[in-house]
């Protein structure tokens, strides 16, 4: 398995850390087949999301940040996360996988429209389920009270 579909809670995705530029997200995948101009609360808060379909990834840029990348969002069932096929994981099994990795502050919810999401405040992560099967996983970088970004190195 490719160590570029690794997860890397609070740091990044295989080799791109948070923080990385919209520029050095290209470079690495090329053009997004899409993006999305996402309006926040303000106009500080706004961002982008651009989205690579055919590989089943989502890499977010908020304006805030000056546009670097603050998350990331798969479907992609290949990614790993601490080495284990998390796509291949129940709900029971990542939990354990991510409290035995020092996350713990859990959180879960059935959303509306279906899915029930699996969070660890801790790792800016949340896992999407549907009919019990692992569907989408994103994870971010942790802001301070002053939405300061504390980028890993």
Known sequence: ??????????KGF????FGATRNEIQEKFGEPG???????????SDAEAWNY????????FEKDSDYRCTCVETDNDEVKLFGKEV???SEDQIIKLMNDNGF??????????????????????DFYFEDENLVSVSWG????????YNWPE
Do not use: Q, Y
């Open 1 to 10: 398995m490719k160590k570029e579909l690794e997860i890397n809670p609070l």
């Open 14 to 17: 295989g080799s791109i850390r």
């Open 34 to 44: 899409e993006i999305e101009k996402l309006e926040g609360e303000s106009d500080e």
């Open 53 to 60: 379909w055919e590989i089943g990834h989502t890499f977010f």
């Open 87 to 89: 796509f291949l994981m």
């Open 104 to 125: 713990t502050e859990l959180d879960t919810e059935n959303e509306e429209w279906g899915e029930r999401r699996v969070s660890f405040n801790d790792a800016v992560m």
């Open 141 to 148: 970088v942790i802001a301070d009270e002053n939405d300061i």
